[in-house]
């Protein structure tokens, strides 16, 4: 434990938003809370940590709510992202994911297994700084580190394919 009262190996992670912040970010948006959005935001609210695509969301949320179509689920995942609800994340080998994080943070994406994992920046990198030290006007970014997971590693390691 640190003096912040976390272990060393907690302080990168991110805290996601929950259930309510991502509800009153639809209100302040103006945006109706239907049933077919609480179910796709309760999909994010609970696996929103995989960065899911919009097949793996749909496929969840029909399970709270089995009205809900595949269109439905992408106009509405569409519409979270040009509202800056969400990210969506676009790859040139993979569909593209969800991500629900808002806070700046790197994108661990393991090219084996397509697991993407959060890692947060530390307080150190500031980029008020960047913007700063350099009179560029940032307007949006995305930090990912491409590689393997310790899971793939270990696989590869005990000669195991998937
Ligand atoms: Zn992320």
Excluded at 17 to 27: D, N, V
Excluded at 36 to 46: F, K, P, S, T, Y
Excluded at 85 to 90: E, G, K, S, V
Aim: proline letters at 4%; aromatic letters at 8%.
């Amino acid at each position: 434990m640190n003096c912040y009262g976390v272990t060393k190996l907690e302080w990168f992670r991110v805290m996601p938003p929950t259930r309510e912040t991502i509800i009153q970010h639809l209100k302040d948006k103006g945006l109706k809370i239907t049933p077919q959005r609480l179910a796709i935001i309760d999909v994010l609210v609970e696996k929103g940590d995989l960065h899911p695509t919009a097949s793996f969301i749909h496929e969840e949320a029909k399970k709270k709510d089995n009205k809900l179509s595949l269109s439905t689920t992408y106009a509405t995942l569409n519409e979270f992202s040009r509202r800056g609800i969400l990210r969506m994340l676009q790859f040139d080998r993979m569909e593209n994911r969800f991500e629900r994080n808002p806070e700046e943070h790197i994108n661990l994406i393991c090219e084996r297994c397509g697991k993407i994992i959060d890692y947060k920046l530390p307080a150190a990198f500031n980029q008020n700084e960047v913007a700063d030290n350099t009179g560029f006007l940032i307007t949006d970014s995305r930090l990912e580190y491409y590689g393997y997971c310790g899971s793939c590693i270990h696989d590869k390691r005990h000669g195991r394919h998937s």
